[in-house]
Structure formats: structure tokens, C-alpha cells
């Protein structure tokens, strides 16, 4: 046991410690939840913290529309929280994003303070409305969505 913290792209055998981790936030009304179809459909936007085998952390950018991306499903396991693990995994999860060429960065998020220790700033919904027409629209809570919308932008 080394507990030496490894982040690394997601792998199809991480599926179901992504599933149980983001379903563990999902049941708190912290985080959508996601099914494992979902995560299989997406599982190359995912970077995963590691720590002896285990998956203690996970993040995704999904690109949504020119040189714009979502930071999503981002979630660290409670025993690991405040340890620096979800400011590296949006780090690198942005610098993914900056070789496609992503300028614009955002996220919806009952965490404003944690994206704003990570450069973002407070922004209105409308200002993604890529996101909006195309999933914000089938989410039950739409539209009256209290996520916070946070955006960083890259020049
Ligand atoms: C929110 C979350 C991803 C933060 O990850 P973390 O590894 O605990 O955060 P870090 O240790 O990397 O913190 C980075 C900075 O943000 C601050 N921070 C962390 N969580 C915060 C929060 N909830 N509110 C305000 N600031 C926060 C830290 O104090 C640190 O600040 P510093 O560098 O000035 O000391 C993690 O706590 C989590 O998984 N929460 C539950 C699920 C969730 O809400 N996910 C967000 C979905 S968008």
C-alpha cells in the first residue's frame, strides 16, 4: 500500500467504481446521476485518481460545442476530499481540453467555491445555451435548475 494518488484516463474496468462513486453523490442531490450506459458512451472524457487499485476520484470534460466543454461528473471519495485530488483532476482535464483548442471552460455545480479556488467565475446559463437546448431540457429539474453555472476562459 503506497497510497500514492495515480491520475490516469478511465478504462472500461472502471465503470462500476465510477458508477457506485457518482450514484453515492447522486442519492445526496449532489451530482446527476449517470447510468452505466452513459459512462460507457463517454468513458473517453473521463480522467480517474487512483490510489493502490482503488478509484478514489473522477472527473470528465465533454465537448459541447466550438471550443466549448463541460467539466462533468466530477467527484472525489468523501475519505479523500480537501486533499488537492479534484483541483488536479480539473487541471488536467483542462489541459486535455487546451490541445483540442477549448477556450471556454464550464461547469454546473452546487460547489461554486471549489471552481472558483480553480480560476472560475460565476456566469448566467443562457451564456451555454448548447447546453441548455440540448440536455438541460430533458433533466427534471428544468427549468428551474438550481445548479450554479461556473465558466473559465482560456486566451
Ligand atoms: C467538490 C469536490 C469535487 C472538490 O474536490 P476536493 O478534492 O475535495 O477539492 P480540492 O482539495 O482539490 O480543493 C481545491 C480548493 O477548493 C477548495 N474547496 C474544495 N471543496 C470546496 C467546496 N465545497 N466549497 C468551497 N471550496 C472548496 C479547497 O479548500 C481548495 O482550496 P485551496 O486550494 O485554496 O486550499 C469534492 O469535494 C466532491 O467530490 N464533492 C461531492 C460531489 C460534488 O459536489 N461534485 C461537484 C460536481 S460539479
Known sequence: MTGKVIYRPAVFA???ALYHL???????GLMLPR??????????????AEVDG???????????????????SLAIAPEWAKKGLGREIVRRLEEDGRK???TMFFALTYQPGFFTACGYERAEKEMVPQKVWK???????????????????IV
Open 100 to 102: 483540442f483548442g477549448v
Open 22 to 28: 457518482l450514484s453515492a453523490y447522486a442519492k445526496e
Open 54 to 72: 482503488e478509484v478514489v476520484g473522477a472527473g470528465a470534460l465533454h465537448f459541447l460545442w466550438d471550443k466549448l466543454a463541460e467539466v462533468r
Open 135 to 153: 440536455e438541460c431540457v430533458y433533466c427534471p429539474k428544468y427549468p428551474d435548475c438550481d445548479e450554479i453555472a461556473m465558466i473559465k476562459h
Open 35 to 48: 447510468a452505466r450506459s452513459v459512462l460507457y458512451e463517454n468513458l473517453r472524457d473521463f480522467v480517474v
Open 14 to 16: 472502471d465503470v462500476e
